[in-house]
């Protein structure tokens, strides 16, 4: 982490990336409207918003400001979840009432799509906790994020205790290590929660696109597949955790 505070030394701001978060989330507002109508026309609301916030987190929404979001998402959606534990998720929602689900978030710009994905698990019956940063890094969802995308509006939002990237528990906390222990279901956003939990021994899905070699062979690992159907090169993944 003293990368980033090096940075924010340098060039006199404390959160270099505050303007490109803003610009991300502006973007995805824009279209959350859209985005909420097909998921509600969809057979599975709830499997297509899922589909929807892993579609968005390879999506650089402050790199270029030109390009058709919509269309997009809609190129992402047209691959299925290379790995789809989506049925054992909605099987544990429909058996336990009022589950307590702990919602990991990851990057701005996408955390509109993952309050619509929130949207579907409220209207299920579910519980849910929703978890940001403490402290701004890089472009990962703060506080400020949830309150300009309304979350909070939706479901209680805390932070994680912690400035880095990810959830690593042993610096997060103690407030949000009783949240995460005492939860029923987790769900894990991106590669970077990924990266700091794959080894916790936790009830968590994984929802995330893979975008790196070192992800590809740990999920391939995890699941017991041949490695090469993994590509790393964006394959929407949603698993679950074997314990």
Excluded at 88 to 116: H, M, P, Q
């Amino acid at each position: 982490m003293d990368v980033y505070a090096l940075i924010a030394e340098i060039t006199g701001e404390p959160d270099p990336y505050d303007q490109l978060r803003k610009d991300s989330n502006d973007m995805a507002l824009g279209i959350r409207d859209t985005v909420r109508s097909r998921i509600e026309k969809a057979d599975n609301p709830l499997k297509a918003a899922l589909r929807f916030a892993v579609a968005s987190n390879i999506i650089d929404y402050g790199a270029r400001h030109d390009f058709d979001a919509m269309t997009a998402l809609s190129d992402c959606l047209a691959q299925e979840f290379r790995i789809d534990d989506t049925a054992k998720l909605s099987r544990e929602i429909d058996s336990t009432a009022g589950l307590r689900i702990l919602y990991l978030a990851d990057n701005s710009g996408e955390i509109v799509f993952d309050g619509l994905v929130v949207e579907q698990l409220l209207k299920q019956g579910c519980k849910v906790t929703f978890a940001v940063r403490e402290t701004p890094i890089l472009n990962d969802v703060t506080m400020k994020d949830a309150v300009e995308c309304g979350i909070d509006k939706i479901c209680q939002v805390i932070t994680n205790g912690t400035g880095c990237p990810g959830t690593p528990l042993s610096s997060c906390s103690t407030a949000f290590r009783r949240v995460f222990n005492e939860s029923d279901m987790i769900i894990s956003k991106g590669q970077g929660n990924f990266e700091t939990l794959s080894e916790i021994d936790a009830p968590i899905y994984f929802l995330l696109t893979v975008k790196c070699p070192v992800v590809r062979r740990n999920i391939s690992a995890m699941k017991q597949i041949n490695v090469e159907s993994i590509s790393g090169s964006g394959e929407m993944i949603l698993m679950k955790r074997s314990r």
